[in-house]
């Protein structure tokens, strides 16, 4: 094959496999860190961990395992990484079962916050095969339900090595969701997908899955259908096989597999909560949409960006409250919050304002942009105004449905 053909610098790994098992946590409590000190040890570490122990709130935790059985005829020995990274708010437990070779500044920021790990080791010629085991917290809840993996290292020194994965399996198991009532459901017209593309090109690791789910076609050659006789979907449990495969990323996303993207993203002046907001949200619930409200989706501990990110990257629609408030000099996370849902991941989102306590005129006066938008107005009443959402949402949808067959 071409790739053995590069003067010895290729990994010949004979089979990859990786499993995830995601089940929901089963307390609100939060989980306390330690620091990882099993793992202490094997990291050839021999002092112990003096910081306090970290509490990370968490909604699922996620069993990761990936082993590597390398061919018979792989002469290339230098040593092999595999790299892992969750969440800021989030957390992981690690356990592997051969020496790593990762020591120092490279290790130190594991040991400190447990949210990053390498397993560096030379690539054995037999049996057993090197694992890493790891236990993620925070890193699969809503709005990151999905997997990213990067198949070439990205930190080589030697950048002309390559790994030639001649078998590679992905199992992903969610049978512990399947009896659970809301938020855990399951659409008819979505399961979990995964896709390989080829080239590691340029992107935001972090907003991969919403980008995906926002563009599926441009995505859709890279889409790798689930082994039939392997995968029980019926069970909630899937895998993939792929073979001779010799770079780029894997994703695989199930978030519009437990909990579909969110019809309304609200976006509001704290100010505005108690007289008008709350009462709006409660209306669309009522008339059966889900939307992200912060009251409803932040909770302590979550981080407060990387959640209103996603919130409006996986959400159809964003509804604006515009008000005197809304547009205060003083405030910064209004403006962002805009921002951002005029542009999520390159993709303009349908903008639905909702002028309360201010004029049309006044708002031609902070953004002519949105003056220049159809939006409802609070002084007809919060029925009405739920009403209109209702009609534009579901006008939107219906539109996505006719261009997606």
């Known amino acids: 094959m071409e790739n053995r053909a590069m003067s010895g610098k290729t990994y010949e790994i004979e089979h990859y496999l990786t499993e995830i098992n995601v089940k929901p946590y089963p307390s609100h409590r939060p989980l306390k860190l330690d620091g ?36 018979k005829d792989n002469t290339y020995i230098k040593p092999f990484e595999i790299r892992y990274g969750t969440l800021a708010s989030g957390a992981i437990k690690v356990d592997h079962d051969v020496d790593n070779e990762v020591h120092g500044k490279q290790l130190t920021p594991f040991l400190r916050n447990a949210q990053s790990y390498g397993l560096k080791f030379v690539p054995p010629t037999e049996e057993p095969w090197p694992y890493l085991d790891l236990e993620v917290f925070k890193g699969f809840d809503r709005g990151n339900r999905n997997a990213h993996f990067h198949l070439d290292d990205p930190n080589q020194e030697e950048f002309d090595v390559r790994r030639h994965y001649r078998r590679m399996t992905y199992v992903l198991n969610l049978s512990d969701f399947q009896n659970r009532e809301r938020p855990f459901r399951q659409p008819a017209i979505a399961q979990p997908r995964l896709w390989h593309t080829p080239n590691d090109t340029g992107h935001v690791c972090s907003q991969r899955a919403a980008s995906i789910l926002h563009n599926p076609e441009r995505h859709e050659k890279n889409l790798i259908t ?180």
């Open 36 to 71: 990882n000190e099993p793992i202490f040890f094997k990291a050839g570490e021999t002092r112990k961990y003096e910081g306090e122990p970290r509490s990370v709130y968490t909604g699922t935790v996620g069993k990761l395992c990936r082993t590597v059985e390398f061919a």
């Open 226 to 405: 689930p082994d039939p006789e392997a995968s029980r979907p019926g069970e909630w449990l899937w895998t993939w096989k792929l073979e001779e495969v010799t770079g780029g990323i894997i994703d695989i996303i199930w978030e519009d597999f437990l909990i579909p993207p969110h019809d309304v993203f609200i976006s509001h002046a704290s100010e505005d909560k108690k007289d008008f907001v709350i009462d709006l949200v409660q209306k669309l619930e009522a008339l059966g949409l889900d939307v992200w409200f912060d009251d409803n989706e932040l909770t302590i501990g979550d981080e407060l960006t990387q959640n209103i990110v996603r919130g409006i990257a996986f959400s159809l629609t964003g509804v604006v409250v515009l008000s005197p408030r809304f547009f205060d000099r003083k405030k910064t996370w209004t403006k962002k919050e805009l921002e951002m849902i005029s542009s999520s991941e390159g993709d303009t989102k349908v903008i639905l304002p909702v002028l309360y306590e201010m004029s049309v005129d006044d708002l031609r006066k902070e953004n002519p942009d949105l003056a220049e938008l159809v939006g409802a107005k609070a002084e007809d009443g919060v029925d009405k105004v739920a009403a209109a959402i209702v009609k534009a949402v579901t006008a939107i949808q219906t539109l996505k449905n006719i261009k997606k067959n």
